[in-house]
């Protein structure tokens, strides 16, 4: 099965610095690899996703995303956090190479701090 | 606003009860999913339908069932419910117009809160 890992927990940024949340990926074949945010008490929101080309993807709200295959990562970035990016950012993968099977394998999920 | 709408948004029920969880995707997609969003198990896939037809089961207990109507509106039963399915349940939904390989992006709703006393 694919899979990905969010190696931490909690990312705590200064508003106006940089952000970037990590994941790392374990795929058979082509990473079809996407971030979503989730803010209190909502569904996930989708800010980008990578299939192939590029590996700067550009998403939502001012996100990005760089894919590095030699390293296994599709982390999330931001060049000035602002206070309302707080929230929980969830890293998946297409989680299976069956014809029609589109399920999707979640991170266990970042909660992002932006201190104001 | 993701498009995808779920009803409802709050259930609060009894273990040993049944519940059934309703979800109407976007506008013009022919899949959906259902996913468990739970403090211990992270958010794990359950099942996914197109076009009313079962494409992929996940960690869905027997429990549970869910179908796909010829609205493409999609229904996720609970039944005998235990204190560890209070969750919050999502569902979403893509286009997946060809039915096969697929990099579609799911939109997801905005969840149902499950708890059961």
Same mark, same amino acid.
């Given at each position: ?116 | ?27 013009? !997609? #022919? ?6 969003? &739970? =403090?211990?198990? $992270?958010?794990?896939? @359950? ?23 010829? !609205? #493409? ?6 039944? &005998? =419910?235990?204190? $560890?399915?209070?969750? @919050? ?24 809160? #499950?708890?059961?006393?």
């Amino acid at each position: 099965a694919q899979s990905v890992a969010q190696p931490e927990d909690q990312v705590n940024v200064a508003e106006g610095n940089p952000l970037t949340v990590k994941c790392t990926y374990s795929v058979s074949g082509n990473p079809y690899l996407f971030w979503y945010v989730q803010y209190p008490n909502r569904g996930l929101q989708f800010l980008l996703k990578y299939i192939t080309g590029d590996n700067l993807v550009k998403g939502s709200y001012g996100f990005e995303a760089e894919f590095n295959k030699s390293q296994t990562s599709f982390h999330l970035k931001k060049p000035s956090a602002l206070v309302s990016d707080s929230a929980l950012y969830f890293c998946a993968v297409r989680d299976s190479l069956l014809y029609g099977n589109n399920r999707l394998a979640f991170g266990k999920g970042n909660q992002v701090v932006v201190i104001p | 606003d993701s498009g995808v709408t779920q009803t409802p948004k709050h259930l609060i029920t009894a273990t040993g009860q049944r519940v059934t969880l309703r979800c109407s995707p976007r506008s013009g !997609d #022919l899949s959906v999913y259902w996913y468990q969003q &739970s =403090l211990d198990q $992270g958010l794990q896939f @359950l099942i996914q339908y197109y076009n009313g037809e079962e494409r992929a089961k996940g960690n869905i207990l027997e429990r549970f069932s869910a179908q796909q109507f010829p !609205d #493409l509106h999609s229904e996720l039963n609970l039944s &005998s =419910l235990e204190l $560890g399915d209070s969750a @919050l349940y999502f569902c979403a939904s893509s286009t997946l117009t060809s039915g096969g390989t697929s990099t579609d992006t799911q939109y997801f709703g905005p969840g149902t809160r #499950l708890t059961v006393l």
